[in-house]
C-alpha cells in the first residue's frame, strides 16, 4: 500500500477546472510533485516545489498543499489532458525515501 | 538536453537476477546534484519507486525490495544500472530510470522506459 493516498479516478467537462488529490503524512512536512502520463508513454512531471511548472507545461496547471493533502488542479481542461497523473513526495519514516500515490485517472468528458 | 535510455534483457527467468542499465547522454551523471533513479510500473498498476544513487555514490533503496536490489553507477560510461535478485512474476513491469533533482525531490527526466518480463 502507498503511503500516499489518490482517488482512482475523476472526471471533468470540457474547459471546466479539475482538482486531483493526493494525502498523506508526510504532505506536512514536504511538497508534492506531480506527474502527468498517457498510455504508453513515460510519466512527465508537472508541477513540483510550491507550485513550479516545467517548462512547456501549460499554466493551467497548478498545485497547492494544505495539511496533509497536495492539490493538482487543471484550470480549463483539455482533452489532451486525459491521463493517469500521480504525486509523489518522500515516505513518512524520516529516511527521505521516495514514495509515489496510486495514480488518479483522468476523464475529460 | 539530457536523454535517459534503459537496456537489458526484456526476459528475465524466475530465480535469475534482472540487470538494466541506464545511459545518461547530453549531460555529465558525475555533474550537479541529482539523484539517478529507478521505478518500474506492472501493467494496469501505479508507479514503484524501486531506488536510487546519488552523484557521490550513496544509495537508498524501497524497504520492501531492499534485500534484492542493487544500483550502482558507472562515472567512465555515464551510465548506472539496477540489479534485482532472485525475480519472480511479480517483478514484470516496465521498467523506467530517471534523474531526481536533489534540490527539488522532483523526477525532472525520465527514461522511455523498458518492458521486463519473469518467465520460463
Known amino acids: 500500500s502507498s503511503e500516499l493516498t489518490q482517488d482512482p479516478a475523476v472526471s471533468v467537462a470540457l474547459g471546466q477546472t479539475v482538482r486531483i488529490t493526493c494525502q498523506g503524512d508526510?504532505?506536512?512536512?514536504?511538497?508534492a510533485s506531480w506527474y502527468q502520463q498517457k498510455p504508453g508513454q513515460a510519466p512527465v512531471l508537472v508541477i513540483y516545489?510550491?507550485?513550479n511548472r516545467p517548462s512547456g507545461i501549460p499554466d493551467r496547471f497548478s498545485g497547492s498543499s494544505s495539511g496533509n493533502t497536495a492539490s493538482l488542479t487543471i484550470t480549463g481542461a483539455q482533452a489532451e489532458d486525459e491521463a493517469d497523473y500521480y504525486c509523489?513526495?518522500?515516505?513518512?519514516?524520516?529516511?527521505?525515501?521516495?514514495?509515489f500515490g496510486g495514480g488518479t485517472k483522468l476523464t475529460v468528458l | 538536453q539530457v536523454q535517459l535510455q534503459e537496456s537489458g534483457p526484456g526476459l528475465v527467468k524466475p530465480s535469475q537476477t534482472l540487470s538494466l542499465t541506464c545511459t545518461v547522454s547530453?549531460?555529465?551523471?558525475?555533474?550537479?546534484?541529482?539523484?539517478w533513479s529507478w521505478i518500474r510500473q506492472p501493467a494496469g498498476k501505479g508507479l514503484e519507486w524501486i531506488g536510487r544513487?546519488?552523484?557521490?555514490?550513496?544509495?537508498n533503496y524501497n524497504p520492501s525490495l531492499k534485500s534484492r536490489v542493487t544500483i550502482s553507477v558507472d562515472t567512465s560510461k555515464n551510465q548506472f544500472s539496477l540489479k534485482l535478485s532472485s525475480v519472480t512474476a511479480a517483478d514484470t513491469a516496465v521498467y523506467y530510470c530517471?534523474?531526481?533533482?536533489?534540490?527539488?525531490?522532483?523526477?525532472?527526466?525520465w527514461g522511455q522506459g523498458t518492458m521486463v518480463t519473469v518467465s520460463s
Open positions: 530517471a534523474r531526481r533533482v536533489a534540490a527539488t525531490s522532483a523526477f525532472d527526466i
Open positions: 547530453g549531460g555529465s551523471i558525475s555533474s550537479g546534484s541529482y539523484y
Open positions: 544513487i546519488y552523484t557521490s555514490g550513496s544509495t
Open positions: 508526510s504532505l506536512r512536512s514536504y511538497y
Open positions: 516545489g510550491k507550485n
Open positions: 509523489n513526495s518522500r515516505d513518512s519514516s524520516g529516511n527521505h525515501l521516495d514514495v
